[in-house]
């Protein structure tokens, strides 16, 4: 079976940075991915590792340890805008195993 | 490009009524994903097509859903009856053979089950 952890809700400040951790703990890996969701919205891909190390992408970056089943998104330089729910999910062969998701809240 | 689109938005019924959601993928996508999401989870795969092929639909619970997609491009998943539990976003995703690393949502079906 597959066991994704992440924090259920986080606030920060505009302007801040925040750190969304992902533990996992699943049969067979692909990859990790992180999804943007907007309430009442379909989820977005912002970012994909399949190799240990930091993948950045402009105010977001994404990391992965596979031998610690561990996974962090990193948000910097906060606006409104980004205050959603960010879902971790880990591929194994073909299908997508999603955690439950952390909604972050930005504060002006 | 256009987005995946699905139909409708919104659906509220009574139970042991039938409903369908449909979906038109992106084109050219092969793969073709149905997802329920129930609030505060994240999405569970139902089934997955390959062109007009369900090749995963392990997590299907085959008693009151079924799904098809016959000419391998759009897809109706139906639940027949429904029952109050159904009630929950209703996804559809798509993505291709060669980058399904990347999975497109669509804005999905929410359905109410009174």
């Known amino acids: 079976g597959q066991n994704i952890d992440q924090p259920t809700e986080m606030t920060a400040t505009e302007g801040a940075i925040v750190q969304i951790n992902c533990t996992y703990q699943?049969?067979?890996?692909?990859?990790l991915f992180w999804y943007q969701q907007h309430a009442g919205e379909a989820p977005t891909f912002l970012s994909y590792?399949?190799?240990?190390g930091l993948e950045e992408k402009g105010r977001f970056s994404s990391f992965l340890s596979r031998s610690k089943g561990y996974s962090y998104l990193l948000l910097k330089e906060l606006q409104m805008k980004d205050s959603a729910s960010y879902l971790c999910?880990?591929?194994?062969?073909?299908?997508?195993?999603f955690g439950a998701g952390t909604t972050v809240t930005v504060r002006a | 490009e256009a987005g995946v689109v699905q139909s409708p938005r919104y659906k509220i019924i009574e139970k042991k009524q039938p409903v369908a959601f449909w979906c038109n993928p992106i084109?050219?996508?092969?793969?073709l994903y149905w997802y329920r999401q129930n609030l505060g989870q994240g999405p569970e795969l139902l089934i997955r097509y390959e062109n007009e092929e369900a090749v995963d639909d392990s997590q299907l619970p085959k008693d009151r859903f079924s799904a098809e997609r016959l000419k391998g491009v759009d897809s109706t998943l139906k639940i027949q009856p429904a029952e109050l539990g159904d009630s929950a976003v209703y996804l559809c995703?798509?993505?291709?053979?060669?980058?399904?690393?990347?999975?497109?949502f669509g804005p999905g079906t929410r359905l109410t089950v009174l």
């Open positions: 084109s050219g996508h092969n793969t």
């Open positions: 590792n399949v190799l240990d």
């Open positions: 995703a798509s993505s291709t053979r060669d980058r399904d690393n990347e999975q497109f």
């Open positions: 999910a880990v591929k194994s062969d073909y299908k997508l195993s």
């Open positions: 699943t049969s067979g890996f692909n990859g």
